[in-house]
């Protein structure tokens, strides 16, 4: 956990800014500030304080590199790899740097960790910040060493001139640091290439793996404030629209510790219907709240099911509502001209994130601003409802940061710090609302069930000349972050969120995406962001349907994808980040098969499928090839899963721990809700909300895997997700080559395969 604390800036964007170096008693700091202030003496700024820096690291004149991150920590040690950019160019002994995860302060820009997006969009940035130090620290290290910059290299903490050497904390020390840049001097300034670079793709420790087994780490559950009181939440019985009508709290009474149950009055109107049961301890709370009644008027969705809800987006499909993402001439025409059509529907349940940690929050005012302590992914989306929840401005609100026992894309939605601060307006003193599990489960912002419907048109020749996607779900982004909704060519929105996937890269002819929001989905609950989002039932929908292509016209299924990812026009790709397109595609299919040994002959009941994926997003697509290798027994439908051999290419990889560490992850999670997760709504509410019946992939069910990063030089792009999405095509596609049987709904279940061999 940061313990910095920081006042509040005015000045938060990076585009109109230039790049200042200067040296504070603190230290070295490296800082972007509003150009206005280029003109004035730097140092003199600095000391001051006419600006107010957004800071990116700073160095101490014992030598010590601080890194600021503000990006979350939940596993993925997203602080060492950015720490990692920094110290590459900077020049810096990796035992000096130090990350530090900083608070929600403006001066520090957008908060948010998801997307896959931390590598991808600021290893630019923190390049040239790193960049910027090194030549002002060799240039100031000449200085103090007599010598000509030129004849100086930084290296190892040390400015090098001719023998002679400085440390970087003497510099700061005794140097006089001032400089200032611009965005085109930043720009022009040289970047290392692969083959000079000593820490970026190097294997390395991760800094905060040791604090993690020593226990030192600071977890939000872990946090305590002195005088707080805990909160255990009573859950409404519909997410939208409860209202509470009464609360009988005298059993209660007798619980040694409890206090009181509180009703929320919230006008933003995130947790309608809630009542918190306060008491000494959690403990005491737990207790209390067993025995405390509540009589609630339900909301909207009281008695909406998993096929109510799947119904709905069969019926959505059949019209011709929603968002055209991708609208090609001739669609209709080639339909029609069609010498055959295979038409698909595939469906995909209900997901939990069931995070490690349950959700939880400290909420409590201090120096005339509210507090949050929580562990969360995107604080610059929460902070606005938390000030609209409060009656205050947002700049009013900060979250002081800890470690997140599990993200996986719940705590983008930062939904569960409301009652924390509610709580603690009302009575005056800091609160800690702490989830228990079936509370997390049934407050969770799931992934919403899908169906897609997938057709596509072949001419005489079997020549693919057409193809239409259709899709249906709970839109996360609609409910929580309207702004991020783009227009489809038909002019209407569309969440790309929960569409991304099915604007592939293969060359289909004429193709259409049609996305189309379950009303009825956003109205029952909050669909939330879980792991490369769309994709994970997009490409599920794209790959199983490549496969059934290519069976139809009897080509081998690679072949048949690899005939189709000719990397013509917008599949061609573009610079930075996806520059070959369609070919880096082809590129880990191909080394994929191999390694996988495709073709060969197999055991009876045995098979192996194939999928590709590019991750969640065209801009910054993550090329990912997966092969899975699956034996069925007949009798019972039961899959197991072998083996998976993955290759993905993402460029230049900065942390491979970590990017080993994270697809390891994504895959397993994969192959997870492939065979294993799922869930139901009844009644409004989701059915499973405890592990005695949500059945994640065990221990005994983990397969064999074999991972492959292509070695590239290529834009660092993200590694989060990708592998996630590839996983439940490959088995499904597995299980058709092993028994014949063609499953189209998530979870693949033994009784499903069973009916389909039928």
């Keep these: 956990m940061s313990k910095q604390s920081v006042d509040t800036l005015t000045e938060t964007g990076v585009s109109r800014r230039g790049f200042m170096i200067g040296a504070t008693s603190a230290g070295f700091t490296l800082a972007f500030v509003p150009h206005a202030l280029l003109s004035s003496a730097p140092a003199h700024a600095m000391a001051e304080k006419l600006f107010e820096p957004t800071i990116w690291y700073s160095i101490a004149p014992s030598g010590e590199v601080s890194v600021n991150i503000t990006k979350a920590e939940m596993g993925q040690h997203v602080g060492t790899a950015l720490a990692r950019i920094v110290a590459e160019e900077l020049e810096a002994n990796w035992d000096d740097v130090r990350i530090n995860h900083v608070d929600t302060e403006a001066k520090f820009g957008l908060f948010v960790t998801g997307g896959s997006w931390s590598v991808w969009q600021n290893f630019d940035l923190?390049?040239?910040?790193?960049?910027?130090?090194?030549?002002?620290?060799?240039?100031?290290?000449?200085?103090?060493?007599?010598?000509?910059?030129?004849?100086?290299?930084?290296?190892?903490?040390?400015?090098?001139?001719?023998?002679?050497?400085?440390?970087?904390?003497?510099?700061?020390?005794?140097?006089?640091?001032?400089?200032?840049?611009?965005?085109?001097?930043?720009?022009?300034?040289?970047?290392?290439?692969?083959?000079?670079?000593?820490?970026?793709?190097?294997?390395?420790?991760?800094?905060?793996?040791?604090?993690?087994?020593?226990?030192?780490?600071?977890?939000?559950?872990?946090?305590?404030?002195?005088?707080?009181?805990?909160?255990?939440?009573?859950?409404?019985?519909?997410?939208?629209?409860s209202v509470v009508k009464s609360v009988d709290d005298s059993a209660a009474k007798a619980v040694a510790g409890y206090q009181q149950t509180l009703v929320l009055d919230d006008p933003s109107d995130t947790v309608p219907g809630w009542a918190l049961v306060i008491a000494d301890s959690y403990h005491a709370a737990l207790r209390a709240a067993r025995v405390?009644?509540?009589?609630?008027?339900?909301?909207?969705?009281?008695?909406?099911?998993?096929?109510?809800?799947?119904?709905?987006?069969?019926?959505?499909?059949?019209?011709?509502?929603?968002?055209?993402?991708?609208?090609?001439?001739?669609?209709?025409?080639?339909?029609?001209?069609?010498?055959?059509?295979?038409?698909?529907?595939?469906?995909?349940?209900?997901?939990?994130?069931?995070?490690?940690?349950?959700?939880?929050?400290?909420?409590?005012?201090?120096?005339?601003?509210?507090?949050?302590?929580?562990?969360?992914?995107?604080?610059?989306?929460?902070?606005?409802?938390?000030?609209?929840?409060?009656?205050?401005?947002?700049?009013?609100?900060?979250?002081?940061?800890?470690?997140?026992?599990?993200?996986?894309?719940?705590?983008?939605?930062?939904?569960?710090?409301?009652p924390a601060l509610l709580a603690a307006k009302a009575l005056g003193k800091p609160v800690k609302v702490v989830f228990s599990r079936e509370d997390d489960s049934r407050f969770d912002s799931p992934r919403s069930a899908s169906v897609q419907n997938v057709s596509m048109a072949f001419d005489a020749?079997?020549?693919?000349?057409?193809?239409?996607?259709?899709?249906?779900?709970?839109?996360?982004?609609?409910?929580?972050?309207?702004?991020?909704?783009?227009?489809?060519?038909?002019?209407?929105?569309?969440?790309?969120?929960?569409?991304?996937?099915?604007?592939?890269?293969?060359?289909?002819?004429?193709?259409?995406?049609?996305?189309?929001m379950n009303d009825l989905a956003n109205e029952t609950f909050r669909p939330g962001w879980l792991r490369s989002v769309g994709p994970g039932w997009t490409n599920w929908a794209v790959e199983s349907f490549m496969d059934e292509a290519a069976h139809k016209i009897g080509e081998d299924p690679v072949a048949f994808r690899l005939q189709h990812l000719t990397a013509q026009g917008a599949n061609g790709g573009s610079a930075p980040n996806s520059v070959g397109g369609a070919k880096r595609m082809a590129g880990v299919l191909q080394r994929v098969a191999d390694k996988a040994g495709w073709g060969k002959k197999l055991p009876a009941n045995e098979g192996l499928g194939v999928a590709v994926t590019f991750g969640q997003e065209r801009d910054m697509p993550t090329w990912t090839g997966v092969v899975a290798h699956v034996r069925v027994d007949p009798a019972s439908g039961k899959v197991t899963l072998k083996k998976l051999n993955v290759v993905i290419d993402a460029g230049t990889i900065v942390h491979p721990d970590g990017a080993l560490a994270q697809t390891e992850g994504a895959a397993l999670w994969g192959a997870s809700m492939a065979l294993h997760e799922g869930t139901e709504f009844v009644n409004g509410q989701v059915r499973d909300v405890n592990l005695n019946s949500y059945q994640p992939m065990r221990m005994a069910d983990v397969p064999d895997m074999?991972?492959?990063?292509?070695?590239?030089?290529?834009?660092?792009?993200?590694?989060?997700?990708?592998?996630?999405?590839?996983?439940?095509?490959?088995?499904?596609?597995?299980?058709?080559?092993?028994?014949?049987?063609?499953?189209?709904?998530?979870?693949i279940t033994a009784d499903a395969v069973k009916t389909a061999m039928a």
């Design 461 to 516: 020749d079997n020549k693919v000349t057409a193809m239409q996607h259709a899709a249906t779900a709970g839109w996360p982004t609609a409910a929580m972050a309207p702004f991020f909704l783009g227009p489809g060519a038909n002019g209407e929105k569309f969440d790309p969120f929960s569409i991304n996937g099915a604007n592939h890269w293969y060359d289909v002819g004429a193709h259409r995406v049609r996305a189309v």
């Design 292 to 418: 405390v009644k509540i009589d609630w008027q339900a909301g909207p969705g009281a008695d909406v099911s998993e096929a109510d809800l799947l119904q709905r987006g069969a019926e959505l499909l059949a019209g011709d509502t929603g968002s055209l993402v991708v609208d090609n001439e001739h669609v209709d025409h080639m339909f029609e001209a069609a010498d055959s059509v295979l038409e698909a529907s595939y469906v995909t349940n209900t997901v939990l994130h069931f995070q490690l940690e349950p959700v939880n929050a400290i909420g409590l005012q201090r120096d005339g601003r509210w507090e949050l302590h929580t562990g969360n992914q995107w604080q610059s989306l929460i902070l606005p409802t938390l000030g609209q929840a409060l009656g205050v401005a947002p700049e009013k609100v900060v979250m002081r940061t800890y470690m997140l026992g599990g993200g996986f894309g719940r705590r983008l939605n930062g939904d569960y710090g409301v």
């Design 126 to 241: 923190l390049s040239r910040a790193g960049a910027a130090g090194r030549a002002s620290l060799i240039e100031e290290g000449a200085k103090l060493l007599r010598e000509n910059p030129s004849d100086c290299v930084a290296e190892n903490s040390f400015v090098v001139c001719k023998g002679k050497r400085i440390s970087f904390g003497d510099i700061v020390a005794k140097g006089d640091l001032s400089r200032a840049y611009t965005d085109d001097q930043l720009a022009a300034l040289p970047i290392k290439v692969r083959k000079d670079r000593k820490l970026v793709g190097v294997q390395t420790a991760a800094i905060d793996i040791p604090a993690k087994v020593d226990g030192s780490t600071v977890y939000g559950i872990d946090a305590t404030y002195t005088g707080m009181v805990y909160a255990k939440p009573m859950m409404p019985p519909t997410r939208h629209g």
């Design 706 to 747: 074999d991972i492959e990063f292509v070695d590239s030089d290529h834009q660092a792009v993200g590694l989060g997700e990708p592998a996630t999405t590839a996983v439940a095509p490959a088995i499904g596609n597995a299980i058709f080559n092993a028994v014949g049987a063609r499953v189209r709904q998530l979870p």
